[in-house]
């Protein structure tokens, strides 16, 4: 059985800062590319941010410069730092993970997701 929750969502007002968490848990064997994706009402889930298992990251243009993406390996953790936020970037966030099992295959498994609401 493997877990992935996301952490820290919340209020903010336009220009604040905010940092999400995503932990995995459970029966893992390995953890290869993770990442952020967000949903606001009414529009499609859209990618936000990935990073693989050695670092390197891509981010939509809507946040670069603006969001970091990291990773704890050891920790089976997932980041997003959020700065200068705008109320554009209102929506629900997701975290997803390409785990595997010991003894089964990759599998991508999503979080919950958290709440993000940007306004004053």
């Known amino acids: 059985q493997v877990q992935v929750v996301e952490s820290g969502g919340g209020l903010v007002q336009p220009g604040g800062s905010l940092r999400l968490s995503c932990a995995a848990s459970g029966n893992i064997f390995r953890i290869n590319g993770m990442g952020w994706y967000r949903q606001a009402p009414g529009k499609q889930r859209e990618l936000v941010a990935t990073i693989t298992s050695g670092g390197s990251s891509f981010y939509a243009d809507s946040v670069k410069g603006r969001f970091t993406i990291s990773r704890d390996n050891a920790k089976n953790t997932l980041y997003l730092q959020m700065n200068s936020l705008k109320p554009d970037d209102t929506a629900v966030y997701y975290c997803?993970?390409?785990?595997?099992?010991?003894?089964?295959?990759?599998?991508?498994?999503w979080g919950q997701g958290t709440q993000v609401t940007v306004s004053s």
């Open positions: 997803n993970a390409d785990i595997q099992r010991l003894g089964y295959q990759l599998y991508t498994y």
